[in-house]
């Protein structure tokens, strides 16, 4: 099912006298291609859960238009959506087994929707099945690992086959493993049903992950959306920039003179066709370069190993973060010594404006 969002708002009136509305998501308009799965990302408070509940029908839009196929189900309840909704802390019912949990919106269906017994036991089973927890279903929520409890709500999700499937920071509650782990599971059980996603997180690396297309939002406003190495490698803004990857982008104060990038006194890149102007510098961690005769001089601090690749740790005057971390195959012999000098990937360097963050592209 495609889901369209045309300018979806949300306004939420202030609480006090004095206390301003909060606009908690700006005008947002979106295509989700039917089947796929969209990370929508973005620090805590940006407006991803109340973008998730409009679309579930929990809260109704300030303003603009939710379609699910070509119909406008705006005004439409949440029971009457066809949406599976899964929070971060899971909502099991404690005094019901498994198999009681995740049977329990099928006893709510009337009409033609009516199921018997059997039909909802069979049902239930095969959505245990789909989160291998069908071994579990005479168990109460009490005596299931957070994994297998997250299952199990996911398990309850899908039991009424839904058109489209929300998780609202599904994984936030499990150690790293099982995090690592459960995402996993919701790609495979997401391509295996196919049916259309919106998997919220403030986890960069996790949506980047399994999501097909990744949509990053800041106070309510959409920065950007496509596919996730596009917007890694291509952010049309510093805070998008920063936002995506780990180790983050090295920051630095630089300007632009006469076609050149420096940073401090160094000409570090040919920038032809940008006009003059005092910027801000991004570079990836693996846009370094070693070389000894490389423009960038940095303070060498340290070197950590990690197996494949090694971490050069350095800083620099003009660095805005605390250190400078350089990702280097662990082929290249790192001479011990006071600095450490690089060149640069072109293709790796990115340039924003002073005056509002945006990308100034070369
Ligand atoms: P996220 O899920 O990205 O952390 P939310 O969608 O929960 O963000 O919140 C977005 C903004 O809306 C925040 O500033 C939050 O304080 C505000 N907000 C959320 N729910 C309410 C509410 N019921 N009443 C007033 N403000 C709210
Ligand atoms: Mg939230």
Same mark, same amino acid.
């Given at each position: ?11 939420? =009136?202030?609480? &006090? ?11 947002f ?7 796929k ?12 859960s ?23 189900v ?14 971060q802390? #899971?909502?099991? #019912? =404690?005094?019901?087994?498994?198999k009681? &949990? ?24 095969t ?13 109460? =929520?009490?005596?299931?690992s957070?994994?297998? +409890? ?9 039991v009424k ?28 059980? +997401? ?12 986890? +960069? ?13 800041k ?6 959306? /496509?596919k996730? +190495?596009?917007? #890694?490698?291509d952010?049309? &803004? ?8 780990? =180790? ?21 890149l040919d ?21 000894? &005769?490389g ?5 060498l !601090? ?16 003009a ?10 195959n ?6 011990? /010594?006071?600095?450490? !000098? #690089? !060149? ?11 005056e ?7």
């Amino acid at each position: 099912m495609k889901v369209v969002l045309q300018n979806l708002t949300k306004i939420f =009136p202030s609480r &006090n006298k004095k206390g301003e509305e909060v606009v908690a998501v700006n005008d947002f308009t979106f295509t989700i291609p039917d089947g796929k799965l969209i990370g929508l990302l973005g620090p805590s408070g940006c407006g991803k859960s109340t973008t998730l509940y409009m679309i579930s029908g929990l809260q109704k839009p300030s303003g603009g238009q939710i379609f699910f196929g070509d119909d406008d189900v705006t005004e439409l309840s949440a029971e009457n959506r066809g949406v599976g909704l899964v929070f971060q802390n #899971y909502a099991l #019912y =404690p005094h019901m087994t498994v198999k009681q &949990n995740i049977m329990f919106p099928l006893q709510n269906l009337k009409g033609e929707d009516k199921l018997t017994k059997t039909e909802m036991i069979e049902r239930a089973y095969t959505a245990a099945k789909l989160v291998q927890i069908d071994d579990l279903m005479d168990r109460k =929520p009490s005596e299931l690992s957070g994994g297998q +409890q997250q299952r199990v709500a996911i398990a309850r999700a899908l039991v009424k086959m839904p058109k489209v499937l929300l998780l609202d920071e599904p994984l936030s509650n499990l150690d790293a493993r099982l995090r690592l782990q459960t995402r996993e599971e919701i790609r495979r059980i +997401q391509k295996e049903t196919g049916i259309t996603t919106i998997f919220v997180t403030h986890d +960069q690396e996790e949506a980047m992950s399994i999501s097909d297309m990744i949509v990053v939002m800041k106070l309510g406003v959409v920065q950007q959306t /496509g596919k996730p +190495q596009d917007v #890694y490698d291509d952010p049309v &803004n510093l805070f998008v920039a920063k936002f995506l990857g780990t =180790p983050p982008i090295n920051v630095f104060n630089g300007k632009v003179a006469d076609g050149k990038l420096y940073i401090g006194d160094a000409a570090v890149l040919d920038t032809p066709g940008v006009a003059d102007q005092e910027v801000t510098v991004g570079i990836r961690p693996e846009g370094f370069i070693l070389d000894d &005769n490389g423009p960038l001089v940095c303070k060498l !601090s340290g070197i950590e190993v990690m197996g494949r690749d090694v971490s050069v740790v350095s800083t620099h005057e003009a660095s805005l973060n605390p250190v400078i971390r350089s990702i280097i195959n662990a082929d290249n012999k790192i001479a011990a /010594g006071e600095t450490v !000098s #690089y !060149s640069l990937k072109a293709h790796k360097v990115m340039i924003f404006s002073k005056e509002d963050e945006s990308r100034i592209y070369f």
